[in-house]
Every structure is written in structure tokens, then in C-alpha cells.
């Protein structure tokens, strides 16, 4: 399957400083790719949609200001958490889909990126 | 919006047995797809089974099968012959164009 490489895996940071996640897809390229949010034992909460070269897409509920996306690339896709506090920790995870038509609309997933907010 | 439902918060197997992990979907399209991903402790999500809902015949993936029933909108993943590495949570999703909602898991144990 497709690789999706999401950078780093964990971060600690102090409160009010930013803190930017990266996900790259290693071997193909992806129009869209995914920015979920999991709180302990609970599921996966879709928080954007990334589309390369143009605004993302945010579900509601989301700050965007707070939550900011970039799509510059073809490959990578980056979330930048500003001023972070201590409810902004969590787990973050990244998913690409296959370009249209390909892959049967499977998005493949990052290894996730840990939060900590002190 | 679509939504997905798993009732089992929690299930447990014997090693070698098989065990069904129930979902049901609500959408209102057409045209979707629902998805079996599998999470470790690890917490990569990996995918396990896909299925088109335009397709009749049930997916398979080795031991992983499913139970499409699309009238009822019921999509049950059945682990055969289970193993030590199948422990984990499994989140059942559906989606539609970009629109990919999970439901909320079931923490599957596997005891040797």
C-alpha cells in the first residue's frame, strides 16, 4: 500500500507556543489529504480537509485560526497548532487518498503525531 | 452526514476462534464505500477490508471477511482462525467522496 510519513511522532511543547506537524505521501501524490484528531479510547474526529493549492476545508466546531493547514505541495500537507494550550493536547493523524479514480478511495494513514501541551 | 455505529465497545476472542465485530451506517448517497481499519497500540491505523457499496459480493482479505447486508445497512467484519497480532481497536468507516466518518471502535482482545 501507499506510505504516508507524518512527522514528528511526538511533541511537547510549552503553552502558547506553536507547534507544526508535517505529513508527507512518500509515493504517490495527493490532491487531499486528512486531518483527524483522537482523544484517549475514543475515535477518530475528522478536523479538515487539506486540498493542495487551495483553502482548507474545515468541519465545524474547528478553529480555523487556531488549526491552520497548508497544502503547498503535491506531498505534503502541514497543520500548525497556534498558541497551543493545554486542551489542544491529543493525538493527530494525517490521512492521504490515492489520486480520483485510483485505489478504490482508500486513504492511508499517518503514524499519528502525540501532543503534549504543558 | 453519515454516521457509524459500533455497539460493542468491547469483545474477546480464544486464539484460533472466530469472532464478528458488528457496524451499522446511516448515509444518504448512493455511491460509497466502508472500510474495516484496524489500530494497535502502536496507533497506526491500518487498513484491513474495503468494500464498494455498489458490489453485492462480499469482501475478503485471507482471514478477514465481511457481511454487506446494504438494505440494512449493516457491515460486520468476521476474523477466522484469530490470532495473537489481531488484538486491537477496529473502526469500521464509511465514506463518500471526501466525507470518511469512523465509528467509535471496538477493543478487541485475544486470549492465547
Known amino acids: 500500500g501507499a506510505v504516508v510519513s507524518q512527522h514528528p511522532s511526538w ?55 487556531k488549526f491552520l493547514i497548508n497544502h503547498a505541495s503535491l ?25 480520483q479514480g485510483g485505489g478504490g478511495n482508500i486513504q492511508y494513514f499517518g503514524a499519528g503525531t502525540r501532543l503534549s501541551v504543558l | 452526514a453519515q454516521t457509524v455505529t459500533q455497539s460493542q465497545p468491547e469483545m474477546s476472542v480464544q486464539e484460533a476462534e472466530t469472532v464478528t465485530l458488528s457496524c451499522t451506517y446511516d448515509t444518504s448517497e448512493s455511491d460509497y464505500y466502508l472500510f474495516w481499519y484496524k489500530q494497535p497500540p502502536s496507533r497506526q491505523m491500518i487498513l484491513v477490508i474495503r468494500q464498494e457499496a455498489y458490489k453485492q459480493q462480499n469482501a475478503t482479505e485471507n482471514r478477514f471477511s465481511v457481511n454487506f447486508q446494504k438494505a440494512a445497512k449493516s457491515f460486520s467484519l468476521k476474523i477466522s482462525d484469530s490470532q495473537l497480532g489481531d488484538a486491537a481497536m477496529y473502526f469500521c468507516a464509511v465514506k463518500n467522496n471526501n466525507d ?7 477493543r478487541l482482545t485475544v486470549k492465547p
Open chain 2, 100 to 106: 470518511m466518518r469512523f465509528g467509535a471502535g471496538t
Open chain 1, 11 to 65: 511533541v511537547i511543547c510549552k503553552s502558547g507556543t506553536s507547534v507544526k506537524i508535517e505529513c508527507r505521501s512518500l509515493d504517490f501524490q495527493a490532491t487531499t489529504m486528512f486531518w483527524y484528531r483522537q482523544f484517549p479510547k475514543q475515535s477518530l474526529m475528522l478536523m479538515a480537509t487539506s486540498n493542495e493549492g487551495s483553502k482548507a476545508t474545515y468541519e465545524q466546531g474547528v478553529e480555523k485560526d
Open chain 1, 75 to 99: 506531498t505534503l500537507s502541514t497543520l500548525t497548532v497556534t498558541s497551543a494550550h493545554p486542551e489542544d493536547s491529543s493525538f493527530y493523524i494525517c490521512s492521504a487518498r490515492l489520486p
